[in-house]
Nanobody, 125 residues
Framework: VQLQASGGGLVQAGDSLTLSCAAS????????MGWFRQAPGKEREFVAG????????NYKDSVKGRFAISRDNTKDTVYLQMISLKPEDTAVYYC???????????????????WGQGTQVTVSS
């Protein structure tokens, strides 16, 4: 599966952005999908994850109430809606997917077996 992330950009604190991640190669409808981010000099961290049917969702504590992950399996696309952005949200954002049939929405990067190229989100104060 190839993932293409888009939607990043330069915004001001308090603004909103929606990231998209489109899959190609095969459908990802049986995979858990996640968003991670990596700021300069920091390790990649989990942001949000969603189960194959969308019932189970997991968020990093600091983004709860501000970010929303969703997926459209008919379009093989996963989204990350971000509101009330803060300078500390600045990072390269990556989408990733697990093996088909995975049930647990893991926060661990090693649970995800394929990754997109990343899209830069920069939030100015």
């Amino acid at each position: 599966v190839q993932l293409q992330a888009s939607g990043g950009g330069l915004v001001q604190a308090g603004d909103s952005l929606t990231l998209s991640c489109a899959a190609s190669g095969r459908t990802f409808s049986s995979d858990v999908m996640g968003w991670f981010r990596q700021a300069p000099g920091k390790e990649r961290e989990f942001v949000a994850g969603i189960s194959k049917g969308g019932r189970n969702i997991n968020y990093k504590d600091s983004v709860k109430g501000r970010f929303a992950i969703s997926r459209d399996n008919t379009k093989d696309t996963v989204y990350l809606q971000m509101i009330s952005l803060k300078p500390e949200d600045t990072a390269v954002y990556y989408c990733a997917g697990t093996a088909p049939g995975t049930v647990v929405v893991s926060t661990t990067p090693t649970s995800y077996i394929y990754w997109g190229q990343g899209t830069q989100v920069t939030v100015s104060s």
